[in-house]
């Protein structure tokens, strides 16, 4: 029969990730590979394994991840934020920790989109007298 776990959605910009914990010996898979593979820039591993952290559950549980869309950034905290959320379903009590630090609550920054007759959202095109 199959292991108890726990499952947790998070979003960042345009990336999406499906979180999946479960009691374990601390695998940590992203997409087929390891964490530290998969987010090889510096910085990226700790934000992801932060809720963790504060948790204390760092090396007690086993987290596959499936992401997709976005960029690395997107994607690293829409797997911040699964993995808080997989590990309040796990333990309710976590939740406090998780909204202290920010784990919870979605960023809502995204690209804005582009006006006519401008370049981009805000850059206007150069000005000519002549």
Known sequence: MAEQYYEGVGRRKEASARVRIMSGSGDFIVNGKKVD???PRFGDLDVVLSPLTDAGSKGSVDVTVMVK??????QV???RMGLARALVKMNPELDRAMR???HLTRDPRVKERK?????RA????TYTKR
């Open 37 to 39: 593979d998969f987010f």
């Open 69 to 74: 869309g976005g960029g690395t950034t997107g």
């Open 77 to 79: 905290g829409a797997v």
């Open 100 to 102: 202290h630090g920010g």
């Open 115 to 119: 006006k006519p007759g401008l370049k």
């Open 122 to 125: 805000r850059k206007a095109p």
